[in-house]
T-cell receptor, first 114, second 116 residues
Framework: NAGVTQTPKFQVLKTGQSMTLQCAQDMNHEYMSWYRQDPGMGLRLIHYSVGAGITDQGEVPNGYNVSRSTTEDFPLRLLSAAPSQTSVYFC?????????????FGQGTRLTVV | AQKITQTQPGMFVQEKEAVTLDCTYDTSDPSYGLFWYKQPSSGEMIFLIYQGSYDQQNATEGRYSLNFQKARKSANLVISASQLGDSAMYFCAMREGPTGGFKTIFGAGTRLFVKA
């Protein structure tokens, strides 16, 4: 049971480049989400999904795209990287319909945009 | 609008003493869950405790307890008998129910320092 797997762990991009952060879970969780963590600002929700084929915007969605074609995978795409997107990114998953649905997190991706 | 506020950027506590980390929230969804997570310096997120909006009693998990005051919209984490290993960032989170799309947001966090 691998839990939530995020790749890559580290990435350096040049301004304007695009890339995809991968997230996969093997717990059959309906709910998946992406957060970015910046110093002093906690975790801010970028996008989330309540099931395959359904996605919605979070608190800071600009500059990011997501899709959810399967229950297992929830990739995050940076369309044109900017220095303001330098951050640590976390993917999380949980059951949707259970009352006590704590989130399981990936190990995080440290992204630097130069 | 859904909102979580942690007003203590940093806290110090003496080893073996109790400490309370504050969390207030706002939501219009009658069904929601409140969570606390710990993030040590290694970076992983560790689930600590959960409180449901309809739970009558405060949640407890070992040395962790959640002081839930629904009318005041607060969900403070109490750590009893602090240990050096409790030094970490602590995040309060709120998950809305079906009305809110099960969206989960986090507070800015509190960094706890446990002194020997």
């Amino acid at each position: 049971n691998a839990g939530v797997t995020q790749t890559p762990k580290f990435q350096v991009l040049k301004t304007g480049q695009s890339m995809t952060l991968q997230c996969a879970q093997d717990m059959n969780h309906e709910y998946m989400s992406w957060y970015r963590q910046d110093p002093g600002m906690g975790l801010r929700l970028i996008h989330y999904s309540v099931g395959a084929g359904i996605t919605d915007q979070g608190e800071v969605p600009n500059g990011y795209n997501v899709s959810r074609s399967t229950t297992e995978d929830f990739p995050l795409r940076l369309l044109s990287a900017a220095p303001s997107q330098t951050s640590v990114y976390f993917c999380a998953s949980s059951f949707r319909d259970r009352e006590m649905a704590e989130a399981f997190f990936g190990q995080g991706t440290r992204l630097t945009v130069v | 609008a859904q909102k979580i506020t942690q007003t203590q950027p940093g806290m110090f506590v003496q080893e073996k003493e109790a400490v309370t980390l504050d969390c207030t929230y706002d939501t219009s969804d009658p069904s929601y869950g409140l969570f606390w997570y710990k993030q040590p310096s290694s970076g992983e997120m560790i689930f600590l405790i959960y409180q449901g909006s309809y739970d009558q009693q405060n949640a407890t998990e070992g040395r962790y307890s959640l002081n839930f005051q629904k009318a005041r919209k607060s969900a403070n984490l109490v750590i009893s008998a602090s240990q050096l290993g409790d030094s970490a960032m602590y995040f309060c989170a709120m998950r809305e129910g079906p009305t809110g799309g099960f969206k989960t947001i986090f507070g800015a966090g509190t960094r706890l320092f446990v002194k020997a």
